[in-house]
Nanobody, 115 residues
Framework: QVQLVESGGGLVQPGGSLRLSCAASGSILSILNVSWYRQAPGKERELVATVTAAGSTNSADSVKGRFTISRDNAKNTVSLQMNSLKPEDTAIYYC?????????WGQGTQVTVSS
């Protein structure tokens, strides 16, 4: 079983930055693809960015150039650096991974972008 814990959310003004972190027990994350998703009120959960076990990344068009996903295998964490935040980035952000035929989600961290 993989337990994921997100942290780093909060309230930030438009144009500001936040860094989210996804941590797991043990060293399992280093061999798995990990994604960040978000879900805004009244909307479906959407994929934000993915980092593969090999370190390749991709991100949604809506966040390209503003958000960067990265992994630190030594710390067994995956981070999402969010810059130039907009009110429409307000959502609960979740990290997700899959292993042994199962999908694992963290509990989510709230990001609110408002003046």
């Amino acid at each position: 079983q993989v337990q994921l814990v997100e942290s780093g959310g909060g309230l930030v003004q438009p144009g500001g930055s936040l860094r989210l972190s996804c941590a797991a027990s043990g060293s399992i994350l280093s061999i798995l693809n990990v994604s960040w998703y978000r879900q805004a009120p009244g909307k479906e959960r959407e994929l934000v960015a993915t980092v593969t076990a090999a370190g390749s990344t991709n991100s949604a068009d809506s966040v390209k150039g503003r958000f960067t996903i990265s992994r630190d295998n030594a710390k067994n964490t995956v981070s999402l650096q969010m810059n130039s935040l907009k009110p429409e980035d307000t959502a609960i952000y979740y990290c997700k991974t899959s292993a042994w035929g199962y999908t694992y989600w963290g509990q989510g961290t709230q990001v609110t972008v408002s003046s």
